[in-house]
């Protein structure tokens, strides 16, 4: 038992200090010695985790989804709020870093679907949009499909933007800008008004809890 | 007046050749010896046309938007049209290459206004939605500044993702299915049918002439 907790402490802090690496130096740039040195491990206890570097970086873009929080909220309100805690977290979580960072350099490691970035994301965001579609919040002309695609390749476009010119920090007012305009176009008038009231909230960094609650 | 054409064909050598390493290797992997002999030219006669790799990599960021023939039709068809221009160059022209794999790596060698990509291509698509503003095609609540840099993150985005699906054959498909996804949310009834039509005609890769042309 307690060797199984070693092994999995071991494991996050190899995830840990890949992630650090991979988000400094890109996916060329880094190698297992220098990961293994940022651990404080040996090559032998990155190697009994993981198979090679390509495997780490596609084992770190396969759980970022598990890195940002399920949301309270459903269907449209809930797609939103994932978009918005990705933003949000991504300059504080190395891990979500990373995986911002290694979306670019994808063609050097990814050979399957596991571990593909753009999957991975649209495949979080897609229940919530087909939840807002079942409920009657999306206008009926809107493909859901097609949404989330546009939802990943739009925040995936705005990180890198946000990257160039403030380090990621005005990331989340890229996120609300693009709802803000997309919300009235999509979504049903109710539907519209309340999650752009919610985006409003959200705005002085105050997500949850908040008097003016509808 | 001989010296200057040789001068300028000189220019253009490197240019392409600086293009084609960068598009092969990246900015970091790049480096102005591997460019000259790509090039078959001397380091000094790189370096009489640009200051560093730097120079030239700002360069061939800053001369993107020429790359892209000027569409015929106004407004809102002239930004759809921009936008699939460029998907369907893309993979023909090693200087539009070389742009789509720099937006990458811009941390390393923008540091001015010159030579930044996202503002590059918001600046082109901008005048066109204006003029569709201007001319009553798009809906009044559309914003029209957020709406260029949603386009210009989509479209970024989606050449990331179709570079690793398909090394980037699919990307004017995907840009086609954002614009029918987005036209009838943002565009009147009129335009957004006149446009669709339009990308439905373009879809055989028959651009200009058709006998059906409304």
Chains 1, 2 share one sequence.
């Not at 802090?13 to 940022?38: D, M, N, P, Y």
């Not at 979306?103 to 970035?117: C, I, L, N």
């Not at 695609?149 to 705005?158: E, P, R, W």
């Amino acid at each position: 038992m307690a060797q199984q907790e070693r092994s999995a402490r071991t494991r996050a802090a190899i995830l840990r200090a890949g992630a650090e690496v991979f988000a400094e130096l890109g996916f060329a740039g880094a190698s297992v010695s220098k990961i293994t040195r940022r651990a404080n491990l040996t090559l032998g206890a990155l190697y009994f985790h993981f198979e090679s570097k390509e495997h780490l970086a596609r084992e770190i873009v396969r759980a970022q989804p598990e890195l940002v929080m399920s949301p309270a909220a459903a269907g449209l309100q809930g797609a939103v709020d994932i978009t918005l805690e990705w933003a949000t977290r991504l300059t504080q979580d190395p891990l979500l870093l990373a995986g911002a960072r290694l979306v670019m350099d994808q063609e050097y490691f990814v050979r399957s679907e596991e571990g593909d970035s753009y999957r991975q994301w649209a495949g979080v965001i897609l229940p919530f949009l087909h939840e807002a579609h079942e409920n009657g919040e999306l206008r009926p002309e809107v493909d859901v499909l097609t949404l989330a695609q546009l939802m990943v390749n739009a925040s995936t476009g705005a990180q890198m933007n946000s990257q160039l010119d403030s380090g990621r920090r005005d990331l989340p007012d890229r996120i609300r800008q693009m709802w803000s305009l997309l919300l009235p176009l999509i979504a049903t008038e109710e539907c519209a008004g309340r999650v752009m009231e919610a985006l409003g909230r959200r705005e002085g960094d105050s997500p949850t809890i908040d008097g003016n609650q509808a």
